[in-house]
């Protein structure tokens, strides 16, 4: 008979899908010119040239029965490898393949580091505002997710809300950063002082708390300044990623869980994720994949499209009045809305054929969230539109 | 802390993984054309030109972001609807592209199908000899996996066994045919009465009982026989397909899961299985394989070596006194050990560089498996060995 869990979690669905349908359906109607579509976080540029080569070369020339044989259970050892030197080079840190662990895009990456340092029952820990599967993907583990508040002003973590939150339940702390949806990159001081209250709490709790780095949007930062690398301030640290942003693969699903060889028992995780996959039913990225990325490990796509576009979005919302944190990264921005329902300010917006998400999804209602993966023509061309709808509706 | 069910299954080691382990090792001391591996079921032939030409086309002429952008959750329209059609060509059938949801290969396609049609305390029920993945796997998702006999003169389902195990409990049944390690093909007839059986059990205890068929080899029989397409047979069916044999992929991680479109509530599956992919972490598979393996949906290797070797290795076994039931497909082949413990008979050829598994891990006891997915050349190499392992061993 169906399975009458999924049969209800058939009912949650996704608002930034159900926004993003409206907006295709709208496209048909209007045309693409006149559609504003911030809803979706889907890579608008091509991934390097690199990679495609990589590709191509290894579709030439290994001999189809390598190229394509079972990787072993834990990866390809040359992936393994390029991500642990690579890791190593940027951050300074002491991984080998052992520690590194190839995963279907983040979302796997994710489901394993929860299943391996927390149980059933278990109680994890995530700041708002969050990218809104961490819900789904918590209660599969049969998690509580406990969501605090940050700091409005700066995104930034509130440390007294997290000082009080913590019990002996906790096994674990999540954190996304460059983060969705708020584009803020947490920073090095965030970071240490996390390191130190989570060091305090396993002294004090005498058991390991582990802190899950969700950081597919590690490359895309702006100003100058780069994503200071979490695990270099803890220990218990388990690093998820996809190439998804950074190679512009979304489709292709590939990542990684690299574990801290200074975290607790760190030689077992990757025999341990093996039988994670066993009991989901996952498997390795494609391996020609591996391989290509491997060859390729140090590019990224040709980022530099957000910042432009952060840039002017944020010179726009700031103009009209909106409260708005610069972002430090990502694609994403993240205003408070000029009225206190942003579900209503959306749907206003709509009438102008500009699609935000409201972010009430994200656990902070009362904002709304833009996604700028888009031309600069597009943001540009927004930018009128948008101060029609806010003169038009919050001015008179 | 460390997860400490997924640190128990770290004890149950896979017999077939350690067996093929020490057969590599030999392999370093004593040299490749010395040792005779028959323990890995990993496809031995590349796969075929067009897949490699459809991978090269698609890399050299498609626009980087429309190849690697994100898929729907439900995977690709073209792919989908290449499946549905060759099925419906090739069986008969009237799938549509709603009826089908691809899957990073058969592991993901078994653990969606098993989650969509139980709950967790539920029976599933599976027949020996049997893939021994499917215990982890049917734990994982919460079942007790019974593990029924075969007739053992033909390895056909053992209709009486059935008949008395049934219970208001049994959710599904798992069949796996062409068969991994019996290499039985499942007749027309098995097939037509198990639908019957079925019928039965659904009315008696009033509910859905689905039929999972794991078909990975579907393509590879011999004898000129076809394997008949099992939800022919029965409505309630979920078909769970891989492209790592017929195509020879295994590294690419490709499959699916067909859903019976006069299936009870067949219109509810692909949402559904959308919501299992959340709660496990998976994610569809690789949206330029996807691509490509739609360009050559009805293509397959060149799967004749199997058959070669299957009937050297038949012939030779038949010879030896060995009590062996001809292969109707697949790579494997099961004679029956020549003592009761097969697990003595295999550590004894291993003395003379054979490796093969014993029945053990398959739920038959005496028995073993060899995989034949090897060059002929090295077939014909290994018979004069396993006579004279016979020979001194068994016959003195």
Redesign the interface.
């Known amino acids: 008979?169906?399975?009458?869990?999924?049969?209800r979690?058939?009912e949650g669905r996704s608002v930034i899908r159900a926004i993003s349908e409206r907006a295709t359906a709208r496209r048909a109607e209007i045309g693409e010119r006149n559609v504003f579509d911030f809803s979706l976080g889907?890579?608008?540029?091509?991934?390097t040239p690199g990679f495609?080569e990589a590709?191509?070369d290894l579709?030439?020339h290994e001999?189809?029965?390598k190229?394509?044989?079972?990787?072993p259970s834990i990866g390809l050892p040359e992936f393994r490898e390029a991500v642990a030197h690579s890791l190593n080079r940027r951050f300074g840190m002491d991984y080998t393949a052992n520690h590194i662990y190839p995963?279907?895009?983040a979302?796997?990456?994710?489901?394993?580091a929860f299943?391996?340092?927390?149980?059933p029952g278990s109680e994890i820990i995530t700041f708002a505002p969050f990218f809104p599967?961490y819900k789904?993907?918590s209660?599969?583990a049969g998690l509580k997710l406990t969501v605090l508040p940050c700091n409005p002003d700066d995104f930034q973590i509130d440390f007294d809300a997290l000082e009080q939150a913590m019990n002996a339940n906790v096994?674990a702390v999540l954190i996304n950063t460059p983060n969705n949806p708020s584009g803020v990159v947490y920073s090095a001081a965030t970071l240490k002082r996390l390191g130190e209250l989570l060091e305090a709490k396993q002294r004090y709790y005498g058991?390991?708390i582990f802190l899950i780095s969700d950081e597919p949007y590690r490359e895309i930062t702006f100003d100058g300044i780069e994503q200071p690398y979490p695990s270099k301030f803890y220990a218990n640290t388990l690093s998820c990623y996809s190439f998804s942003k950074s190679l512009?693969?979304?489709?292709?699903?590939i990542g990684y869980v690299a574990v801290n060889p200074a975290a607790?028992?760190s030689d077992?995780f990757i025999?341990?994720f093996t039988?994670?996959s066993?009991?989901?039913?996952?498997?390795?990225?494609?391996?020609?994949?591996q391989r290509a990325c491997a060859r390729v490990i140090d590019q990224t796509a040709d980022l530099a499209v957000y910042e432009r576009n952060m840039d002017l979005l944020y010179t726009a919302l700031h103009e009209l009045g909106f409260e708005v944190v610069r972002p430090g990264g990502t694609f994403y921005i993240f205003p408070k809305a000029l009225e206190d329902d942003a579900v209503a300010f959306c749907e206003k917006a709509m009438d102008y054929d500009l699609f935000m998400v409201p972010g009430d999804s994200f656990g902070m209602p009362g904002y709304v969230r833009l996604a700028y993966c888009l031309d600069t023509s597009k943001v540009e061309a927004a930018i009128p539109v948008l101060k029609r709808f806010v003169t038009e509706q919050y001015m008179q």
């Open positions: 008979m169906i399975n009458e869990h999924y049969r979690m058939l889907n890579p608008s540029v091509p991934t495609t590709m191509l579709y030439e001999p189809a029965v190229l394509h044989s079972y990787s995963t279907s895009g979302t796997a990456a994710l489901a394993h299943r391996a340092v927390t149980a599967e789904p993907y209660e599969a096994q058991h390991s512009s693969l979304p489709g292709e699903r607790d028992e077992i025999p341990l039988q994670i066993r009991a989901t039913g996952h498997n390795c990225p494609s391996s020609s994949i």
